[in-house]
């Protein structure tokens, strides 16, 4: 996956990946949500990431809080090794298993 921009106004990092541009957003402090986008860059449906895509991840230069915020996000996503879908609970990240959302 190749790291397209940080729009620190939307509060997203875009990713292309093959054909599909793709974004992480910033929904509340610290926690992403990924999406697919449209070609104007506008997120549609939340998907879940696979942990593979995840490890495949150009990080953001963190020259921004919104990068520095996604990549400790980021790492922290890593080390739980499964799919996920994040949400903040109480300022803290609560990361559940793509099975348990089917």
């Not at 990092?13 to 860059?41: P, R, V, W």
């Amino acid at each position: 996956m190749k790291l397209l921009a940080v729009d620190e106004g939307l509060r997203r990092i875009y990713y292309k990946n093959t054909d599909k541009l793709m974004c992480f957003q910033e929904d509340f402090e610290e926690q992403f949500n990924a999406y697919h986008c449209s070609s104007d860059g506008e997120p549609s449906n939340e998907f879940i990431v696979p942990i593979l895509l995840m490890q495949t991840l150009c990080k953001p230069p963190e020259e921004t809080v919104l990068a520095q915020r996604f990549n400790a996000w980021h790492s922290y996503v890593l080390k739980l090794g499964e799919p996920f879908r994040a949400y903040s609970l109480g300022g803290r990240v609560k990361v559940e298993s793509s099975e348990e959302n089917t």
